[in-house]
């Protein structure tokens, strides 16, 4: 196990019924808010208008920020920046899911900051003060209310790029507030938590039990309860293990003392970076041609995630049969559920492909379990086709 420092202040107020919290948290930040949400699905659900209430009577003026795309824009981060600065905002409320957190997170930190707020995406400079920001989840997947983690688009350069920039002082997460999320969104949302396990799983680090059995609790869950809120998005409880273990997957309890990969997710963000495809989405498709191309690098991680997850039979065969069924029953997994598993399911053929490779690698190889280059990355983007 490597040393390691462990913090996170996110207080997590989760369960039905906790978005009452709310007005004791607003009183305790300050009276002018920016809230911050994407399309009309808030307003429809009637979380908009709770919301409003309850910051009305914790004496808030609260101005909006609409709009913050899927995959989300700097464009729309700055828009947020010039609001908190013309209108002297306290704090800053993102409602929504992992786009609208991370877009608030760039706000926040943009703020202070007297230069471009792309800087801290493009390893120019790093966040040295932030607005406070809360956050009403709606959706299971990124884990970004409980981590200081923010990846935004640069649609003009057509970079996508991710930041370290500031931790969420509170985040709500009510179950009910997910029933809502569409099919195609829920889908998305369990494809992401496993890829975020998966980037923290496969590593070289020797003697971390609790951390890999942590990991493995983690993927179990979401597949024991993947159908089960398919087929009845209102399974609160089936809701609640998904929205927890969206949380538990990124906010910083599986790296501890792990070196981590993240080079799939560098793939993706290439690929949503020049089409503006589903992030869950381009995941499940790369993810399992990520883990063809590289699991030789360590057979035995891959032997161990097939026999504890998937629970693939070892009886008679080599490590690379018993790695090899552990990945076709990843793929089987997203296909099973409705996820996408080709480029192709996109319209994404190979006319941008090196250029995806490239915009992958733009500050050089990316992942620790296998070093990719950009000639890599483009192999693994070739697979996937």
């Not at 609001?83 to 786009?99: H, M, T």
């Not at 209310?145 to 923010?150: D, I, L």
């Not at 350069?157 to 500031?166: D, L, V, Y």
């Not at 552990?326 to 192709?344: K, N, Q, S, W």
């Amino acid at each position: 196990m490597n040393n390691f420092v462990y913090y996170n202040p996110t207080q997590l107020i989760f369960g039905k019924g906790q978005l009452s919290m709310l007005k004791e948290k607003a009183q305790q930040l300050g009276t002018t808010v920016l809230m911050v949400y994407g399309g009309g699905s808030i307003k429809r659900s009637g979380l908009y208008d709770k919301i409003l209430a309850l910051l009305s009577d914790a004496g808030c003026r609260v101005l909006e920020l609409p709009g913050v795309e899927p995959n989300p824009r700097l464009s729309t981060v700055k828009k947020g920046i010039d609001i908190c600065r013309q209108e002297g905002v306290d704090w800053i409320l993102a409602v929504g899911g992992g786009s609208v957190i991370d877009a608030s997170k760039a706000v926040a930190v943009g703020v202070p900051y007297e230069g471009d707020v792309w800087d801290f995406y493009s390893r120019k400079a790093t966040p040295n003060g932030a607005l406070p920001l809360g956050t009403v989840l709606t959706l299971a997947a990124t884990g970004s209310e409980m981590n200081r983690g923010s990846v935004i688009t640069n649609w003009d350069t057509q970079e996508k790029h991710g930041a370290s920039t500031t931790f969420p002082t509170f985040s709500i997460l009510d179950p009910e507030n997910t029933f809502t999320v569409p099919r195609d969104q829920t889908i998305y949302g369990m494809s992401d938590i496993l890829s975020h396990v998966f980037e923290q799983y496969f590593t070289h680090t020797t003697e971390i039990p609790l951390q890999t059995r942590f990991a493995e609790s983690i993927m179990k869950t979401v597949i024991e309860n993947a159908e089960r809120v398919l087929a009845n998005p209102e399974d609160y409880d089936a809701r609640a293990n998904i929205l927890y273990c969206g949380t538990m997957a990124l906010n910083g309890t599986l790296p501890v003392g792990v070196t981590t990969d993240w080079a799939t997710h560098s793939i993706e963000h290439a690929v949503s970076a020049v089409y503006d495809i589903p992030h869950g989405g381009g995941l499940a498709i790369i993810f399992p041609k990520w883990m063809r191309y590289v699991y030789r690098e360590n057979v035995s991680r891959f032997v161990r995630f097939a026999t504890e997850v998937w629970n693939v039979d070892p009886t008679g065969k080599t490590d690379d049969e018993v790695a090899l069924e552990g990945i076709a029953a990843t793929e089987a997994f997203f296909a099973r559920i409705g996820a996408p598993t080709r480029l192709a399911d996109y319209q994404i053929g190979e006319e941008k492909l090196q250029v995806m490779a490239e915009k992958a690698t733009p500050f050089g190889p990316i992942g620790n379990f296998k070093q990719l280059h950009s000639e890599d990355v483009a192999q693994i983007l070739r697979m996937a086709l």
